[in-house]
Every structure is written in structure tokens, then in C-alpha cells.
């Protein structure tokens, strides 16, 4: 019985099935994070294709 209560107390959920605040502010630190390098990543892309096809003459 004691292993059931320890592995919901460890669920990553709070006892009512929802997130605790703490897990809320993880999830939303790691979309920002995500919604920050993806604009980078794909515009470092966009540069590095236009440099390539300009040097192969191409579109």
C-alpha cells in the first residue's frame, strides 16, 4: 500500500490529477526557451540556403 502513495506523491501530478504551480512555470520556461531558438534556428537556416544558392546560381 505504502508504494501506491509513494508513486502518486511522485507522479508529477498533484492529488487532484492537475499540475502543481511549480511544474506550470517548468513547462512554460521550456516553451519560451522553445519559442525563442526556433526563430533563430530558422532564420540561421534561411541565411545559409540563400548564401548556398547564391554560390551555386540557383534560384
Known amino acids: ?5 509513494n508513486a502518486r506523491k511522485h507522479s ?3 492529488a487532484a490529477g492537475r499540475f502543481t504551480p511549480g511544474e ?3 513547462l512554460g520556461s521550456c ?3 522553445v519559442g525563442v531558438v526556433t526563430p533563430c534556428i530558422w532564420g540561421f537556416y534561411r ?3 540563400k548564401r548556398v544558392c ?5 534560384g
Do not use: Q
Not at 1 to 5: D, I
Open 24 to 26: 506550470l512555470k517548468g
Open 47 to 49: 541565411f545559409v540556403l
Open 54 to 58: 547564391e554560390m551555386l546560381e540557383i
Open 1 to 5: 500500500m505504502a508504494k501506491k502513495a
Open 12 to 14: 508529477g501530478l498533484s
Open 31 to 33: 516553451a519560451a526557451v
